[in-house]
Every structure is written in C-alpha cells, then in structure tokens.
C-alpha cells in the first residue's frame, strides 16, 4: 500500500514553548491517524501543520512522498480541514453555511433539507445558527463530509457536543469514506467507539 | 463564476441581517459634514471652498471605519482558517468581498450626495464632479480598507491601528479627487485628475485583492 | 535559475551565522561611520566656505541631506528585505525588516527637524507645506504604520509578516504618494520651493556633503547590524546555540 501522507521528525514550537520534537507517522489510504492528548499538548498545532496553515520549526510533510511546500495546490484540492473553530456564520442560517461552503467546494447538495434533517436538524434549517445550541451548530458545521468529495479529512474535535447517536452516525460515515480509500486525522478527547480497519495512535505528551 | 455568485450572495444575505454594517458609516460620513459648518461658520462662500476637501476626508474616515470589521466575524469563527486550508476559493472569497463593501458604502455615499450639495451650497456643475471622483474614487478606498482590514485581521488592536496604516496610502486618491472638485469650481479643466483618479482605481483593483489574500494567509498562518 | 544564482548565500540566511557575520562586521562599520562622520561635518560644518545667499545657515544641509535620502534608502532596504524574507520565506530577513524600521523612522525626524530648522530661518517660519517636507512627513507615517502593525500581535513571527508586507505595500505607493504630493504642492504654492534648487553646488561643499552622505549609510548598516543581532537572539533564544552562548558569556564574566 502507499503512503500518502507522512511526516518526518517533526517539531513545533509555539510562544517560545516546544510543543512536540521528533514526531514521525506514516499514512496509506482508508487509515485513521488518532491523536491524543491533554488540553495544550499540540493537537491543534499539528493538525495547522497538517493542513499546511504553519510551517514546522524543524521536519518536513511528505504528500505522497513529497515535499509539502512544493506541492500545496494538489494537496489543498484533496483537503478538507475543519479546525477547532466550526466555520459556521453565526448570522446566517443552516441552508445559508451549507450553500456557502458547498459553493466553495463546488459541490452542489442535491437536497439540502434531506441531508439536515439526517443530521437531526429538521424545523431548524431556516433560523440564524446563533440560536442554535453548540451541538447544533456542530452538525451543521459536519454536514459538509457527507457531500464532500476530497480524500483527506483533518477534523479537530469532531466529537465535541455531539449527543451519543449522533457520534455513531459519523463514525459509521467515517468508516464509509475509509473503505472508499479516504484518509482521516482527527483528535478527540473521547475514544473511538467504532472498530476501525487500521488505526493508528499518536499521544502527545504535555511538555514545559 | 458559479461560486463567486454564490459568494456575493453570501455578504449580501450578511450586510441584509447586519444593517448597522453599512447603515451606520452612511450617517457618520453626513454627521461628520455637518460638524464643519458649525465649528467653522456657515457662510456659503466659506464652505463652497472647501468642500471638496472637506467631502473627501468625510469619505475616506467613513469607509474607512466601516471595514474594521470586516473579517473579525470569519476570522473568529474559523471561516477564514478553513478557507485558507483550501485554498481554491480564497481569491473568489476576497473579491466578493471588495465588491459587496463598495456596494455597501460607496454607492450609498453616491446616492445621499444630491443631500451633501444641498448642505455645502454646491451648484450643479460641481455636483456632476463630485459623482464623478466619488464613481472612481470610493473603489479604490474600499479596496484600501479591505487591506487594512485583512492586514490587522488577527491583531489584538484593531480600529485606530487601521486608520494609521491605510490613511498615508489615502493621501494621493485625497489631492486628486478634491483637485478635480477644486479645478470644477473655478472653471478649470479637470479631466486630467479624472484620468489619475481612473489609473489609480485600475493599478489598485489589480494590486489590491493579491494583497488581501496574502494578508489573510499571514495572518492566520 | 534564481535558485542557483544565491546558492552561495544560503549560509547567511542561517540565524546563527548571520549573528556571528554582524558582529565581526559591527566594530568596522561602526568606526568607519564614527570616523566619515566627524570629517564629514568637521569639515562641512567648520571649513568649508559659507553661502553667499543663505550665510552659515545652509551648513544644515550636512546632516539635512543624508539624513533624508538614507530614511528614503532604509525604508527601500526595508521593503527589500521584507520582500525577500516573504517570497522565499528567510525568516532572518523578515527579522530585518523590523531591525531597519525603528531606525529608519528616527533618521525621517532628524530630516524633518533639520528641514524644519533650515526653514525657520528661510521661509521665517517652522513649518511650511513644502513638497519635500509633506513626503517626509508621509514617510514618517509609512514607518510608524510599520512599527504599528508588527507590535500589535501576540504572536511576534505573524506581526511581522504582516508588517513586511505593509512595507513593500508602501514602497509600491511611495512614488506615487511622492509625485501626487509635488502636484499639489505646485498648485498650491508655486514658487516657494525654487529657492533651493540651484543648479549647481561647489566642489568644497559637496566633498564634505558625500563624506557625510557616506557616514550616514555606515551608519545605518551599523545599527541594522546591531539591532539585527539582538532580533536574531529574542527570536532563537530556545535554540540550543543561543543558549551556549549565553552560558559561555557568563563563565567569561565568572
């Protein structure tokens, strides 16, 4: 199998403080990357790194064997980064984010009311998400996996308010985009609960 | 040209349910206008003469102000980040942008300014002028301000620290607008300014929006 | 082709021996600016023949004139250095960009206090909206904005990228700021600027003026040398070599 993405002794360093050093993965398509670890380890921070937003301070990115830096468009069309920040307008409705971010991707939702009301969000499509609950907004902010057709998905905290069906929902739609080939990053304080083909762990420790 | 449509439509529905937005630089710019006649003197022969200086600083504080914010919302929401990320809609994003502030706060400034000759004591030949500057010349401060928006996007300061760094940039698009109102009044030719005024709106709508979009990369990389 | 042609200034770009390249070049630069410096003025200021139109008082153009055209020429290496450091993304050089500002913005005050000075004795009064002394006076403001900006950030590597891209925004508009100035400035006052434009300058003036022009872009490079080594240590103090350094200079001092 290839390895599409790969990082090699990687470090970070934020406010004069190291976050991790030396930090190395190999990835190959329908694999999940898990990272772990307490509140300000670095999880953020790698995944910015990952969806090539930093550079590192030392170490390098491989996207199918090369370089990041070189190859940034290629891999941005194969990306979809959602951070720790859900990318939801708060003034704007549900209908109104989707339309935004499926224009962007330039990937129409054949029916918008069905795909939200999948989501638990049905009655709800049509008010400002600023009334909506954080778990709420969260859907909305998700709904875009289910209509999109990049490779590479690095989620921060997917998992955050979201009630337990929900969680199984999207961890059954994320093994249907592994077994297409997809890859996965993500973090997450709580464990995975569905059984994943080829997980990988990584644990970053929380350093002075 | 889909997506950018759709993205036009997006700051559209945004401006429609943040009325204050654009609302409020409109009765800035004629509150600021009218501060001068009270604090300089009404006559007529006194404010006909300057008033185009007087217009154009109104204007430039006004558009200014409003694009303060500009960013602020996406940035805080992670909008910005993620569009960075992906990059291919980014440039798109920063040109709907531009354009939906200008229709915001130019145009209005363009429509209210029968009102501004009414106050000022303008004539008609010198009305037509100034929709003329006002045409060529608010593109270009929108354009300004969308920059100094997207380069103080992250910083813990905003507004004053705005004003600072774009206002120098303002000072060329100043003397010419108003030297072309200036010219207009004492019945000199003024097309020549017109014609600067024109170049600097095209050197900066190809200039500009490049900028944007790296400022936006900078400032959440 | 680019790649290739700097290939040999690939070792500079490296923090630590840029830091060790300033500090072998500061002491000469420093004392060859000290030196050109008092000749220059020395000279200027003592010897050479006074004006028959303006007497003793032209004798400001000593520190006038280079003082203007270097905070002009700082703020070009600034955006230089700014452009550099962003397209090939050399941090070392967008470290000296905020190394030249400051310095930069203090050689525009002399220029505009000298100016100011030279004016109060030509024009009668301080000030006067000359075309020279306005682009000054935007210059001043192109650098504050650049100070500004890099200093309003919590993260420091993003404030000054940002700011570096402020500068080369300014040097872009700078030229036409520059002619949309002289424009105004000649429909609006005429004939007042003239005064100084002579077409000619004697040799016994100009010889201290160039020795003087020259000390104030030693000078220059002094500072950003200086100024440049201490960017370079706040921004790698975790880095293993600035830490030996720092130890070694305190087993020197025990």
């Known amino acids: 199998m290839s390895i599409i993405l790969a990082a090699e002794a990687l470090s970070c360093v934020r406010q004069d403080r190291v976050l991790f050093e030396n930090l190395n993965f190999q990835l190959s398509a329908g694999q999940v990357l898990y990272i772990q670890g307490k509140n300000g380890a670095g999880k953020s921070s790698l995944l910015r790194l990952l969806a090539g937003l930093t550079l590192p301070e030392d170490g390098q990115i491989l996207f199918r064997g090369k370089p990041l830096s070189g190859q940034s468009e290629e891999f941005a069309g194969q990306l979809l980064f959602i951070g720790h920040h859900s990318g939801i307008h708060p003034q704007l409705t549900a209908l109104q984010n989707l339309a935004f971010w499926s224009a962007l991707s330039e990937q129409a939702v054949a029916d918008p009311y069905q795909l939200l009301g999948s989501l638990g969000l049905a009655g709800l499509e049509d008010i400002p998400c600023f009334m909506l609950s954080a778990g709420q907004q969260r859907r909305v902010s998700l709904a875009r996996l289910w209509f999109s057709t990049k490779s590479l998905w690095i989620l921060d905290e997917p998992f955050t308010s979201l009630d337990q069906q929900l969680i199984a929902t999207l961890e059954q739609h994320f093994l249907q985009h592994l077994a297409k080939g997809g890859l996965i990053v993500l973090t997450s304080h709580q464990s995975l609960s569905a059984d994943y083909p080829a997980l990988q762990a990584i644990e970053l420790e929380y350093r002075w | 040209m889909v997506m950018w449509r759709a993205l036009v439509q997006r700051e559209l529905q945004l401006l429609g349910r943040q009325k204050a937005d654009w609302l409020n630089p409109l009765v800035f710019f004629l509150l600021v206008l009218s501060l001068f006649p009270l604090g300089i003197g009404p006559e007529p022969g006194m404010l006909k003469q300057i008033a185009p200086g007087l217009v154009w600083i109104a204007a430039l504080l006004s ?26 809609g980014l440039f798109s994003y920063v040109t709907a942008k531009i354009c939906c502030h200008w229709l915001s706060t130019g145009v209005p400034l363009v429509l209210v300014s029968p009102l501004i000759a009414v106050l000022l004591g303008l004539d008609w030949q010198s009305w037509q002028v100034l929709v003329v500057t006002l045409l060529l010349g608010t593109p270009v401060l929108s354009l300004l301000s969308v920059l100094g928006a997207a380069l103080t996007m992250a910083a813990d300061k905003g507004g004053i620290l705005q004003a600072l760094i774009i206002l120098p940039l303002y000072i060329p698009l100043l003397i010419f607008a108003s030297g072309a109102m200036e010219a207009a009044a004492t019945a000199l030719p003024y097309t020549g300014q017109l014609a600067v005024l024109l170049a600097f709106l095209l050197f900066a709508l190809a200039l500009v929006p490049l900028a944007v979009r790296q400022a936006l990369r900078m400032n959440v990389g | 082709m680019w790649g290739s042609m700097f290939r040999w200034l690939d070792p500079y770009a490296k923090p630590e021996t840029l830091y060790h ?5 500061l002491p000469y630069l420093m004392g060859l600016a000290l030196f050109t410096l008092l000749l220059g003025n020395i000279w200027g200021l003592a010897f050479s023949p ?8 032209y004798r400001i153009i000593y520190i006038h004139v280079p003082s203007a055209i270097w905070s002009m020429g700082a703020y070009s290496s600034m955006a230089i250095a700014a452009f550099i450091g962003l397209v090939w993304q050399i941090r070392v050089a967008q470290w000296a960009v905020l190394a030249i500002a400051p ?9 505009l206090f000298t100016g100011a000075a030279w004016g109060k004795p030509m024009w009668g009064t301080w000030w006067v909206w000359d075309a020279r002394l306005t682009s000054e006076l935007v210059l001043l403001f192109l650098y504050l904005g650049v100070i500004a900006l890099a200093g309003a950030f919590s993260e420091a590597a993003r404030g000054i990228k940002v700011a570096s891209l402020l500068a080369i925004v300014g040097v872009v508009n700078l030229p036409i700021i520059h002619y949309s100035v002289e424009w105004w400035n000649t429909l609006h006052q005429g004939a007042t600027i003239t005064k100084f434009a002579k077409p000619s300058i004697d040799p016994s003036m100009l010889w201290p003026l160039l020795i003087s022009l020259l000390g104030f872009a030693l000078l220059l490079a002094a500072l950003t040398c200086l100024r440049l080594r201490s960017q370079i240590l706040i921004f790698e103090q975790h880095r293993p070599w600035v830490r030996q350094l720092v130890d070694q200079q305190q087993g020197e001092q025990s």
Do not use: H, M, N, P
């Not at chain 2, 102000?65 to 960075?84: H, N, P, T």
């Open chain 2, 63 to 88: 558009v200014l102000l409003s694009a303060e914010r500009l960013f602020k919302d996406d940035y805080r929401y992670g909008v910005i980040e993620q569009l960075v990320a992906g990059r291919q």
């Open chain 3, 103 to 111: 310095i930069g913005a203090v050689y525009t005050v002399i220029a």
């Open chain 3, 50 to 57: 006074s004006d028959y139109q303006q007497g003793d008082s």
């Open chain 3, 21 to 25: 390249l300033c500090g072998r070049l």
